[in-house]
């Protein structure tokens, strides 16, 4: 199009050939931007409502309805990592916290960070990964946006994403509802992400070939709800890892949560690499794992129905809601004795989501 | 709190003295999050259903409808600049691009990037700025994430605003629409949000007086659909500036656009800047303008009820859809030639918005 550009229009250094890196031209909204979104996003994220190229998606609500809205920036390092990278869990992310109000996930929306002298070959890759992560949860990305910044001043890519869900009629679940006699589920095992992702910073200093459980989630809390069990509680226990994730809703819910240390599921790699490096598998973060709190009564029902259910065959019941001490996690050791379990205070694994 | 952590929880760096700075820890999902989050973000930003506290929020939908969504980065550089600040800018951008289907936008999601080290003042004078704008537009911020990346790994800070509005019965606004024989009015001067952030990054050497342009357009759409006009597209030229959205919108609706060069309004500061650094305002980015493509016959009524309503005070009816060459923009130059607008090429002012 060189020949019909006005002499006034400013000019600007070209892409590298075959456009293989990012560079801030692809920021500017003008031909280049166009030209990314086209053959990078459009091709690896394309259909109807995304296509439609608006400044903002069009989608429909056919009857009165709740809705669950959900944003998670993705900063993840590396990209990649045993068992996944940002882009999958950029989906499932999402697609799981709106999940956890029982809704079922629908559209998604994606904004990217970009920086300048990322290979667009890493990014396709992203975008590939992000494909089959939205097919397997069955959501849309109806809307994007993509910037740019300089070198040193992102680490690759980010990537925002936001997720809307339907919740259904009669739902009512909220980290509020946990209740005294309740029963704590706990869909499998613990830290296998951040365990994962340390291994991909070369942390371990050896392959201890455990895989990130990144996951979209929706699926097995639809399996769930096919119960027509009550359900007080569904959270997903990332950043933070169970501790923190159970800390949070002993204290919006003013109830005191008790664990069975020899009851919660963790694979003997991540404690063995947990034991060598110091850390606790409680703290860890898990990308593809539900606490679920429930009435007793509809504890067997669900359980057996999450042990037949992907992403739910290691589920185990780890503990049960007392009154008191209100807002507090307490666990009975296997030695016998309890301790207190506190939320995560500072940092431990930076950059895990 | 420090006296009941367990002894086997991983000790963590304390933030410094007053909490003054984001340091990694404020990334990490725990305590240091949840203080953050609760003294900051909660203080500036909080409302029943942002402070519900669980993974999504649950807003009500009273009717079946259909919904505008729109998701934008914001990675300006520098974060405040005359008019502005990235805050604002991330609630307005959003809050437009939902507006630009004729939504009523109601609820807004944002994900936030902050560099270790970013003054948590800063951070909190975002915040105000973003309640600011917020309230002025009539939108509920109800969900939230804040990532933690390394010092010289983002720029500050990123926000990236998700936008949720109604769209009206009836209404049907898109880029496509435009059709031969409509008018173009837009809402205003060109230019301003691109030389004041220029000036702000101290490229001008000199002090324009220049402002920003950034303002939520929300109400300006309701006046102008209020008239019970048929409009067929709004669009906001951002990114870009005017030339290239009337690119896309040519594109998009297979038409010719015309423009008049002496209507289109630049006020006399922002055209000597350009005429100083060699910019054309036609590529400049707007944050606080919108382009309005209706039928003649509704044009007088909107183009008055623009004149009369904040933000529209310096409306200009700017050109004409034709048929044909499809997908082009022409303009009438004020030397009485007529010229070819192409869409902006590569880099021009990067990170604008």
Do not use: W
Request: glycine content about 10%; charged content about 20%.
């Amino acid at each position: 199009m060189t020949d019909s550009l006005p002499n006034d229009q400013i000019s600007c250094p070209l892409p590298l050939p075959h456009q293989q890196v990012i560079v801030m031209g692809h920021g500017s909204g003008g031909k280049m931007t166009h030209d990314l979104i086209k053959k990078t996003f459009y091709k690896a994220l394309g259909n109807p409502i995304l296509l439609s190229k608006d400044d903002a998606a069009n989608i429909g609500i056919t009857e009165g309805c709740k809705l669950a809205v959900s944003i998670d920036s993705h900063v993840v390092f590396p990209l990649f990592f045993p068992g996944g990278d940002i882009g999958r869990l950029a989906v499932c992310g999402t697609v799981n916290d709106v999940s956890m109000l029982g809704a079922v996930p629908m559209y998604l929306t994606a904004g990217f960070i970009l920086e300048e002298g990322l290979e667009v070959s890493i990014l396709e890759k992203v975008l590939a990964s992000m494909r089959v992560a939205a097919q397997e949860a069955g959501v849309y990305i109806v809307a994007g946006d993509t910037k740019v910044v300089q070198k040193g001043k992102a680490d690759g890519l980010y990537i925002s994403t936001c997720g809307i869900g339907k919740i259904p009629p009669g739902i009512e679940i909220s980290g509020l509802c946990a209740q005294p006699g309740d029963v704590v589920i706990l869909s499998g095992t613990i830290g296998d992400h951040g365990i994962a992702v340390l291994e991909a910073r070369n942390e371990l200093g050896f392959t201890s070939g455990i895989k990130s459980d990144v996951a979209p989630l929706n699926h097995l809390v639809e399996a769930i709800l096919s119960t027509g069990s009550t359900i007080h509680v569904l959270r997903d226990p990332t950043r933070g890892g169970l501790a923190t994730t159970l800390n949070e809703i002993a204290s919006q819910s003013q109830v005191c949560i008790t664990l069975n240390e020899s009851s919660i599921p963790v694979t003997s790699e991540v404690m063995a690499v947990c034991e060598l490096l110091g850390y606790d598998p409680l703290y860890v973060a898990n990308e593809g794992k539900i606490i679920v709190i429930l009435p007793e009564q509809f504890a067997c029902d669900v359980f057996t129905k999450m042990q037949n259910t992907p992403y739910g065959e290691r589920s185990a019941i780890i503990g049960r809601v007392i009154d008191a001490p209100k807002g507090r996690v307490l666990m009975k050791t296997s030695l016998g004795t309890t301790r207190i379990v506190d939320m995560l205070s500072g940092e431990m694994l930076p950059r895990i989501c």
